[in-house]
Structures are given as C-alpha cells and as structure tokens.
C-alpha cells in the first residue's frame, strides 16, 4: 500500500533513514559549535550571535535562540559503511579488489596503482584485510539555485570508496554524501573547520577501528579505514591542500620552482619554460630563438614528498575566519592542512588530484578560443602581443598602429577566414554518435 | 564573425571535442607544425584518459607531454600558458602513482551535484532539503536492496541491457531475396559458425587429396562452389543430432526479415539508408578478420593477414533457419588495397565511393564493431575513420573484461615526429596568408 499523504510517507520511511546531525556553525566560518563551545551563543573569535538575528532586534534575549546562521550536515560515515558491510552484495563488492580483480601488470583500477601497494607495504596490518576501506574525498561548490546568477555556494562532501569494482565505485549509489557545508559563502581556507567531524571519524577508523559485521563472510571484523586522494577543482585543490594557487608559484608541485613570467601589458603571470623537463641533451634545450631567447640548463626539481610537505607547513599556524584581518602572509603554504591529523597522509604520495577533466576543458577552451580569436577566450590579442615584444621575442608580430586601428600580423596559429570557415564546417557537419550532439548545436550558432 | 562567443560548450564537450573531433577539425588548415603539436596535444589526452594503461608507456608520455608542450612554447604567445596549461606535465605522474584518471576526475562528481541541485524544493532552506530528501533516498535505497522486483537507485541501467545477443530494433521487412544472395549469406554463415569448422577443413583436405596439383586460389574456388552442397549430404548420411547442424544444413529459408535498425553486443546499427535520416551515425562497420588476402586478381599465392575490413551497412538480415535466425549485414566493403590508407599522423582514410568484394558483402553481425567516417576537410573524396567507443559499463558484469584492444582509442599510437630539431628559427608568422587581426584600439603601441 502507497501511502496517501507526505507525513504518512514520512512516517514509514523515518525508523528505516540513517541519522544525521546539525552542526551550527558560526557564519564567519570561525568554529563549529561542537565539543568546547556547545553551548556558546556567541562566537568567541568574532563574537557574531550564533543565531539569525533580525536587523531591528538587538535584545540580548533574542540572541540566545532561534533558527542557527549556519549549519553544517554532517552523516555520520561509520553506520553508513555498517550498513554497507550488511549486505551480502555490497559486502562481497568490497572486497573485490583482491578477489575479483584480473591482475596483468596493467593499469585497470587504483589497486593497481603503486600508492596502494605502498600503503599495503607501509602499514600491512591495514593491507592484510581486503574488507578495509580507501576512500577517496571529492567536494565543489555549488550553486543550488539553478541557474540564478545568485552567488549561492554549498558545498557537498562526498565519500567515493575504491574498494569497490571500478563499474560500482563512480556510480551515484555509491558515492556517499558525507558533508553538506552550507552556503551563502564559500569556505575558502576554512573549509578545514568543517572537515573536522569527518577527519575525527577517519582517525578513529584508522587508529582503532570499527566493529563490523560482514554479510559475506558472515564474521565480525575490525573495520578501518584510509583515506587515499582527495578529488577537487584547482581552486577547491588549494583550499583543501592549504597552498596558495594563485600567484608566481601557482603550481603545488612544482613548488617553489614554479617558472612563472610576469607580463606587464597582459597583467597576467604566464607558466613558461618547460623545456627544464626534458632530460639534459635535449636538442630544444640549445635553441635560442624559437623559444624565450636564451638556452635552458635548469633541470626540474622532483616534486616534494609528502614528509618535506609536513615539514613545511607543521609551523604554520592560522587562525579560521573570515572577519578577522590576517597579516599578509609571505608563505606559499596557507595552512597545516587538517588531512595532516591523519598519520597516514604524509606517507601518500599524491595526497590530492589534479582534476583532467578541469584541465582538459580549459586547455580545449584556450585552443579553441586563440585559434578562432573569439573576443575575451583568445590569448592572442593587443596586449599579448605587446608583451612579446616587452620579452624582445618573435618581433615580426609586434602590433603595427594605422591610425585609430591597431593591425596585429598573422601569427602562425592565427586562421584566415577560409580557414576559420573549414574548421567550422568540418566540425559542425559531422554525423558521429551522440555524445555530440551538444556540441553540434552549439557550432552550428556560429554563422560566418 | 566579429562577436563570436564560444557559449554553452559543456566540460564534457570539451572532452569530446578534444579527443575526437579537434584533430580532424584542424586538418587541411594551419601551418603543419601547429597542426601536428595540436594533434599531438589531442592524441596525448585522449591515451591518458584510456581506463586501461599499460604501465610501461607512461615514461614515454611523460616526455611526450613535455615535448608538446616545449612545441607549443614556440608557436603560441606567453599568455597561452595559464596554471592550466601548465598542469598537464603533472598529470601522467598521478596516472604513474594513483592509476587509471576515470577514477579520480570530477565528471561523476559533477554529475552527482546535478542531482543534488534537483533536491532543493524549499528555496529557503536549500542544504536542509538537499539533505532530507537524501536520507529518504538512501533509506528507500536500502529497502530496495531487500525487495524483489524493483530497480536499484543510483545504477544507471544500459538501454542495451539484454540486447546484447541482438535485436532488431526498427523497420521490420520480410522480404523474398534473391536465392543467390540468401546462398552467399548461407556460405558466410557457416564459414563462421564454430561447429561447422571441422568440416570446412574436412573439405579442403578432401579437394587436395583428390586435386594435388591445383594451385591455393584454385582450391578456394572450388571449395567455395561445391562445399554446401557437401555439407548437406554429409549431415544427413552422417546422420548427426546436433540440432543445431542439421538446421545449418538443411539451408536457410529465402523470404528474408529484414531490419533498419539493430541492436546487438552493446552497440546499435543503422542501415545507410536509415541513418542518413538521422542525426547520428550509426552505419559505419569495420571487421578485423583473418582472411587469405590477394594482392591483385591474379595473385595466386594469397597470405594469411589479419586485416581491418571497412564498410557501410546496406541491409541487416535475419536469415532464418526455421528454428532459429542468424544475423547478418549486408554491407559495401572499401577496397583494402588502393582505397585504404594510413597518414602520417596515423589515421586511417578510406574512400567511400568505391566499393569492392560485390561477392562477399556479409558479415556476422556479433563481428561488426562500429567505427564512424568523417569527411576529410582537406580532402573531399576521402573520409576519416573514427572508432566507435566500446561500453564496459553496466552491474551485469561478473568480472573484468576491459581488454586493452576494446578500449576506443583516437591512435594505436602516438605519431613519431622529429622532435631532435637543431635550426634555431623563429615560428612567428604565416606565410600562406596575410590576414592579421584588425583592433579598434586607440592607443598606440609603444
């Protein structure tokens, strides 16, 4: 029998839900108001009231209760992978890394990659039980208002378990929403404030462990738990990592030995220079004028491990918030990031992912921005141009003034209108499968 | 063409439009130095994104990365080189360190937030529906897992689910064919059915035991005209109970049902005549087989090669044998010998317009795998062929069946160039045309 009414609905499915808890939290992104300051009404940083406050009503009774200025959700992880465990498939599904799995020497799934089996090497105990989970943490903003150009930001965190076969372990059943920060702002560096309920509840399952029952094997076990990459955007990379990816040292592996460029006229800082990876003798290494006009010698620095990356930001010390004026801070390394607490994660040694498909999309963009020259996407315009003459660098493309209009030469990627014409048409008239589709209907727009 | 805006092209546009489309796009125009870096660029992400890396390429796209990039440092201005840009150096030692990239970027995240965007009904309190509404699912997920006849959340289920033996899918026909044809069919069926293949070479043998001085070619003609005739009379002196067998022998029925459209092993096909209705292609066939290759019509002494077929579906045929149909299409073969060719960069073009092996247009259809033809924007008369992709997903499977060859990839391989150049030159301008870029931009350049 349906049930007829919401509430009735609501009633059936309330003793079957999984909990969740509410955690406030201070609109500044200060605390949350767990453990110490339960009870508080007031931030003790900033001192902004715990609760919504209305614009007129300063009456202090009035601070004390009402509906909390921001919430944090939390669910919880450790009866969600309880549950998991009780079920005979999803149960015989999580050990399938080390049952099921065809082990050829290629690249198939991340057990065969060689962190895992560092960490089955570094912590056997842990990489003896097949049921043991590694997760991997993904989170982003989102804007739940449609497509409203409200700035609206939440940020769900969400849980992706690797032990899973890799046709499981990517799909919505399975990737568990452990976190829901609430908006209107992003959390920025703070977000580690609202990691924490989650990186205490890893710690217990990788300190001490869990009981669980296992429906396949039909036995109680000790569960634990690792985490194994997190999954972000660049932006949310940086804030989860605590390095500044903004600036001359953009680039969190490449460190402090980041090549960078200022250009003046672009008002940009560019990345070049990375004829520095290519091994020694190299013949791009001798040439002069093709590149930036001089010859490379430097060698390019192996990326820090994660015990140097401890080691520089343990003395880092940060106060969250957003009100709070923070001195300028001269170091690349933002934070001591809260994944630190975790006593595995200086072992691991990619700790967070780059995303592909981010780069993918904004490499695709540029290439195709530069070579149709569309207005704002093109990286070849009056100032580039400029620069490049600032560097002393290719001068035959420096921008020539005839009166009110400035010419700017062909460069060798620049097309003409025959070509432009031909890229069009070649990709607006394919019939290929349908995954194209979107893409078609958007060149077609483009009417020359 | 002034204002053009580059809107509406979603990340996973990009993904295709960097893998599939943006090299064949680009051919015929641009500098053949910038052509290839992009290409290179291309063919680079798509072998990163492969779900199956063999682990000791990877060194080798390492370095490939950082030759294209070094390549794009000569041609493209310094404001091309964003933190994005530069990233992709990295990103083959995560592959080196973490594994495959399908399991750790963001497109399944992304999706996911779609959904949870879809949960806010309370503009007011939009995480606290978010976060209602996603107890309830997982609670009736739950209940899912523990009543039968219900679909599970969160699976996303292959439309070609149960398919996968065939089925026609649109436009069916009985037709009465031409007995010739049913016959050529009938031959190529049991030349690919495994039971019939003992005696097949039973044949054979038997023709060179009785004709000893006759050449290979010979032999094969011979076998070709007088081997179903054998065949039958063998199954029914033999009087063999494979079921199966007798029905092959019997021969097929010649009214024909005919398709326009058929689903099998994961992947659909259209008949040309279909398809050009459509705004997909789904018409495109190639077949890898092992067959006795002749050079020329009179080349007498073919060889044994493993060989890419292509074609475009005419006809799906059902042949029936009373208890049960086979499969087959009927397709137009490009001539492997003048109309195939590989191009520097590794792709493969074939001409459409000439067709060839008039005697010899079927094939199984559980063979076909699917491939697409671009028209080539350089050139008119040829087409690019594309391979199709190849779905690995779906919860039916038991075990892992990624095979290295199945994964689509854009190459085989990466194109070698000459990357060891030693003339120090300048690649700044073009010279094939003069048509720079006016600004309206009143001041001056200093």
Not at chain 1, 140 to 160: A, E
Not at chain 2, 58 to 65: G, H, I, P, R, S
Not at chain 2, 331 to 348: A, M, P, Q, S, Y
Request: glycine residues 4%; positive net charge; hydrophobic residues 35%.
């Amino acid at each position: 029998m349906l049930p007829t009414r919401h509430y009735e609905a609501k009633k059936i499915l309330c003793p079957m839900g999984m909990e969740y808890q509410k955690i406030h939290a201070c609109p500044n992104d200060c605390i949350l108001y767990r453990k110490e300051f339960e009870t508080l009404t007031k931030c003790p940083r900033c001192g902004v009231s715990r609760f919504k406050v209305k614009d007129d009503d300063m009456d202090e009774d009035n601070m004390k209760k009402g509906p909390p200025a921001k919430v944090l959700w939390y669910l919880p992880i450790i009866p969600r992978f309880k549950r998991l465990f009780a079920n005979v498939n999803d149960a015989k599904n999580l050990v399938w890394h080390a049952n099921g799995r065809k082990s050829d020497g290629l690249l198939r799934h991340a057990a065969d990659s060689p962190q895992w089996k560092k960490i089955d090497t570094l912590y056997p105990q842990f990489g003896s039980d097949p049921r043991n989970l590694r997760l991997g943490l993904a989170t982003d903003g989102m804007n739940p208002y449609g497509n409203l150009s409200s700035k609206h930001s939440s940020w769900p965190v969400l849980l992706i378990i690797y032990n899973l076969p890799y046709w499981l372990s990517m799909k919505r059943k399975y990737m568990m929403l452990s976190m829901m920060i609430s908006g209107p702002k992003q959390p920025e560096n703070d977000i580690d404030v609202y990691l924490s309920p989650l990186i205490e509840d890893l710690r217990l399952l990788w300190d001490e462990g869990v009981k669980v029952f296992d429906a396949h094997g039909n036995d109680n076990f000790n569960l634990r738990a690792l985490l194994f990459c997190t999954i972000n955007d660049f932006p949310a990379y940086g804030n989860l990592s605590g390095y500044s990816v903004k600036g001359h040292y953009a680039c969190p592996i490449c460190e402090e030995n980041t090549s960078y460029h200022q250009l003046k006229h672009g008002r940009k800082t560019c990345y070049i220079g990375h004829r520095k990876f290519l091994r020694r003798n190299h013949s791009y290494r001798r040439l002069k004028k093709a590149f930036n006009g001089c010859q490379e010698d430097k060698i390019a620095h192996p990326p820090l491990t994660g015990e140097e990356v401890y080691e520089r930001v343990c003395q880092v010390n940060v106060t969250f918030g957003k009100i709070l004026k923070k001195p300028i801070m001269k170091n690349i390394w933002k934070k001591n990031s809260i994944f630190f607490q975790l006593p595995y994660w200086a072992k691991l040694d990619v700790r967070h992912c780059i995303d592909v498909m981010h780069v993918e999309k904004n490499v695709c963009d540029s290439i195709i921005g530069t070579l149709l020259n569309i207005k704002g996407k093109t990286k070849d315009d009056v100032n580039s141009r400029k620069d490049l003459v600032e560097m002393g660098l290719r001068l035959e493309l420096q921008p020539q003034a005839y009166g009110k209009r400035t010419y700017l030469p062909p460069a060798c990627h620049t097309l003409s209108k025959v070509e432009k014409k031909s890229f069009v048409h070649a990709s607006a008239k394919l019939k290929y499968h349908k995954d194209t589709l979107q893409i078609l209907r958007v060149l077609s727009q483009w009417k020359i | 063409m002034e204002d053009l805006k580059l809107v509406g092209l979603k990340s996973h546009d990009c993904h295709v439009l960097m893998q599939q489309l943006l090299p064949v796009a680009i051919r015929g125009i641009l500098p053949k130095n910038v052509r290839e870096v992009i290409t290179r660029l291309c063919i680079f992400f798509n072998s990163i994104c492969q779900k199956v890396i063999e682990p000791n390429t990877l060194n080798d796209l390492e370095n490939e990365a950082v030759i294209i990039l070094c390549q794009l440092e000569m041609y493209f201005p310094p404001s091309f080189f964003d933190i994005m840009v530069h990233l992709i150096v990295h990103l083959v030692r995560e592959i080196k360190i973490c594994g495959p990239v399908f399991l750790r970027w963001m497109y399944p995240v992304e999706r996911y937030m779609k959904i949870l965007k879809g949960y806010v009904k309370n503009p007011y309190r939009p995480e606290a529906s978010i976060i209602e509404r996603y107890i309830a699912e997982e609670a009736i997920e739950f209940c899912t897992e523990y009543l039968s006849d219900v679909e599970v959340i969160g699976i996303p289920k292959s439309r070609h689910e149960g398919r996968n033996e065939g089925k026609g899918t649109r436009g069916v026909k009985v037709v009465r064919k031409d007995q010739h044809e049913v016959l050529q069919a009938h031959f190529y069926i049991l030349n690919n059915t495994n039971d019939v293949i003992p005696y097949i070479d039973s044949h054979k043998s038997l023709l060179k035991s009785t004709n000893p001085r006759a050449n290979e070619k010979w032999l094969l003609i011979e076998h070709n005209k007088t081997f179903m005739k054998w065949f039958k009379e063998k199954i029914s002196q033999e009087d063999c109970d494979v079921e199966h067998l007798k029905w092959l022998a019997r021969g097929p029925n010649f009214d024909v049902i005919t398709w326009t459209g058929y689903d099998i092993n994961m992947l659909s096909f259209y008949t040309k005549v279909e398809d050009d209705k459509s705004t997909m292609q789904n018409s495109g066939v190639t077949l890898e087989a092992k067959s006795m290759h002749f050079s020329s019509s009179k080349d007498n002494n073919p060889i044994m090669a493993s060989i890419s077929y292509y074609g475009v579906i005419e006809e799906i045929w059902e042949v029936d044998y009373i208890k049960f149909r086979v499969p087959v299409f009927k397709c137009k073969w490009v001539d492997i010998n003048t109309r195939v060719h590989v191009d520097e960069l590794g792709f493969t073009l074939v001409d459409l317009k000439k067709v060839s092996y008039k005697e010899d247009p079927f094939i199984m259809a559980y063979q076909a795998k699917q491939v697409f033809y671009v028209n080539d924007p350089s050139n008119k008369r040829w087409s690019i062929v594309l391979q199709g992709k190849v779905k690995h997903d779906g919860h039916d499977h038991d075990e892992s069946t990624l095979n290295l060859i199945d994964t689509p990839s854009l190459l085989r391989r990466i194109p070698p160039t000459n990357d060891e150049v030693d003339n120090d030159e300048v690649h700044a301008t073009r010279n094939d045309h003069n048509e720079g870029i006016w600004e309206n931009i009143l001041t001056l350049p200093q």
